[in-house]
């Protein structure tokens, strides 16, 4: 089986560079052209399956990428954003000591109380990724978020902590392979620059 992780396209929150979290943004216009490019970068791709938050950015992202209709893409609650709590919203640059700390070294920093902690994260990603390991598909897309993507790219990784903690740009694609019990990193698909700023 091909795990293929994508992260959501750009919406306004993004390009206002604010914690989006839970709040449900819908893409841009800048957004949904990256998940159109992101479709063409991968060729013909068919998929046997497309799995998304249920965020309607990440919902848009997967059935654009995943050539299926926004009716047939398969939500799933584990792989909706972090929790950021009382930082929703909030600039990157002005969320705090403790919340700037715990998201650039989360290893050395605990969770500001209201923000989803590592364990939480690595839980849902664990969980939806047993899941999905039993069905029978060769191509599975699943379209998430920036935070727990971390979680499911470390599972994916086989971290030893569980994270894998380099930041994905928008409708970034990251592919893995899971096979008799093991996961392997393939390749990645990134947007050209001009898609990007």
């Known amino acids: 089986m091909k795990i293929w992780i994508a992260r959501h396209g750009q919406t306004d929150l993004n390009q206002k560079r604010r914690m989006q979290g839970l709040t ?92 989803e902690n590592l364990d939480s994260m690595r839980d849902r990603a664990a969980s939806f990724l047993r899941d999905l390991e039993r069905k029978d598909y060769d191509n599975v897309l699943v379209a998430c978020h920036g935070g727990i993507m971390r979680a499911l790219c470390g599972r994916l990784e086989e971290a030893p902590d569980g994270l894998y903690w380099k930041r994905a740009a928008n409708c970034e694609i990251r592919v893995y392979e899971y096979k008799n019990g093991k996961h392997r990193f393939l390749k990645s698909y990134s947007l050209p620059k001009s898609f990007c700023s």
């Open 24 to 115: 449900d943004c819908p893409l841009n216009e800048k957004g949904i052209r990256q998940a159109h490019q992101s479709r063409k970068n991968i060729g013909g791709v068919r998929f046997d399956a497309v799995y998304a938050s249920p965020l309607q950015r990440a919902r848009l992202t997967g059935s654009i990428i995943g050539g299926v209709d926004l009716t047939e893409v398969i939500v799933d609650d584990r792989l909706v954003e972090v929790d950021f709590g009382r930082y929703e919203q909030r600039k990157y640059y002005l969320m705090g000591p403790a919340m700037a700390a715990y998201w650039a070294f989360p290893r050395r920093f605990p969770a500001p109380p209201t923000v």
